[in-house]
């Protein structure tokens, strides 16, 4: 591949398969959606018509699309109630990505909500093993990177490891975020900076196991454990950052999905910026 391929997030309003034509209009090379309501425990619902008419348009794109997961679903979450409809969530996202054509759900893996980091990670292990277990298809739980915000877990590569090596590891990836890295504490603004980077993804994580990238600018400063995404080169990781991140090989292999603030003509503005950087 000659250049990233470089796509945004795009609604399902009206029905799943509408994602690929606002993802065309876009001017996406792949792209993210979501399979069912963000914000409702309902089950994604979309006709096998539907499903065909979606694999069929996104075999146009550079890359397969990919999905995310509902912001509900918390596996660390104290109360054992969400916990269990968060797996059912869960199994029924990666039945549907399996529908649909899609090889990586990305996932926050959750908050712990004062129990302790070792209970959260415990929680999100075996809640991970059932979902994989129970769903249909072979569909990768592509684990993001997070800011930290608050009682979040996952805002250390090692966090990420930790629960890639001791949960269902043949079905577990990585997805990195730039403004979550950025908020977390690890550095993306110079070269030298994303050299070191890089350097801490390969010994800790392995670079084989990123199969997706989100490219946001940072609207908070470095380290400030926030997440707040910001137009491309107008936040505070800036172009250098990001010509050098898009410069790695493993990221040109990979979705890189914008996240960035929505408006009229955005989504096409900050691809063209990427691609200018690229």
């Given at each position: 591949?000659?250049?990233?391929?470089?796509?945004?997030?795009?609604?399902?309003?009206?029905?799943?398969?509408?994602?690929?034509?606002?993802?065309?209009?876009?001017?996406?090379?792949?792209?993210?959606?979501?399979?069912?309501?963000?914000?409702?425990?309902?089950?994604?619902?979309?006709?096998?018509?539907?499903?065909?008419?979606?694999?069929?348009?996104?075999?146009?794109?550079?890359?397969?699309?990919?999905?995310?997961?509902?912001?509900?679903?918390?596996?660390?979450?104290?109360?054992?109630?969400?916990?269990q409809k968060?797996?059912?969530?869960?199994?029924?996202?990666?039945s549907a990505?399996?529908?649909?054509?899609?090889?990586?759900?990305?996932?926050?893996?959750?908050?712990?909500?004062?129990?302790?980091?070792?209970?959260g990670f415990?929680?999100?292990?075996?809640?991970?093993?059932?979902?994989?277990?129970?769903?249909?298809?072979?569909?990768?739980?592509?684990?993001?990177?997070?800011?930290?915000?608050?009682?979040?877990?996952?805002?250390?590569?090692?966090?990420?490891?930790?629960?890639?090596?001791?949960?269902?590891?043949?079905?577990?990836?990585?997805?990195?975020?730039?403004?979550?890295?950025?908020?977390?504490?690890?550095?993306?603004?110079?070269?030298?900076?994303?050299?070191?980077?890089?350097?801490?993804?390969?010994?800790?994580?392995?670079?084989?196991?990123?199969?997706?990238?989100?490219?946001?600018?940072?609207?908070?400063?470095?380290?400030?454990?926030?997440?707040?995404?910001?137009?491309?080169?107008?936040?505070?990781?800036?172009?250098?950052?990001?010509?050098?991140?898009?410069?790695?090989?493993?990221?040109?292999?990979?979705?890189?999905?914008?996240?960035?603030?929505?408006?009229?003509?955005?989504?096409?503005?900050?691809?063209?910026?990427?691609?200018?950087?690229?």
């Amino acid at each position: 591949m000659n250049r990233p391929a470089m796509g945004a997030h795009h609604s399902i309003a009206g029905g799943i398969q509408n994602a690929v034509g606002h993802a065309t209009k876009a001017g996406s090379d792949t792209f993210q959606i979501f399979v069912k309501p963000n914000r409702q425990w309902k089950p994604p619902s979309f006709t096998s018509e539907q499903a065909e008419i979606f694999r069929e348009g996104a075999r146009g794109f550079l890359l397969p699309p990919v999905a995310h997961a509902s912001y509900l679903i918390n596996l660390a979450s104290p109360s054992p109630e969400t916990r269990q409809k968060s797996i059912l969530s869960l199994v029924n996202e990666l039945s549907a990505c399996h529908q649909l054509g899609i090889t990586d759900l990305v996932l926050h893996p959750g908050s712990h909500g004062g129990d302790g980091e070792d209970v959260g990670f415990t929680r999100i292990k075996e809640g991970l093993e059932i979902a994989v277990e129970k769903a249909q298809g072979g569909c990768f739980v592509a684990l993001e990177i997070t800011a930290g915000t608050g009682k979040n877990l996952g805002f250390r590569l090692e966090h990420l490891a930790k629960i890639r090596d001791e949960g269902p590891t043949e079905r577990l990836s990585v997805c990195l975020d730039t403004a979550h890295l950025f908020g977390a504490g690890y550095d993306l603004r110079t070269v030298e900076d994303v050299a070191t980077l890089s350097e801490e993804i390969d010994r800790v994580l392995g670079w084989q196991t990123v199969r997706v990238a989100h490219l946001n600018d940072s609207k908070v400063p470095f380290a400030s454990r926030k997440d707040r995404h910001e137009h491309i080169g107008l936040g505070e990781i800036g172009e250098e950052g990001f010509r050098a991140f898009l410069s790695l090989p493993r990221i040109r292999e990979i979705p890189g999905i914008i996240e960035t603030p929505s408006g009229e003509g955005m989504d096409r503005i900050n691809l063209a910026k990427l691609r200018q950087l690229s």
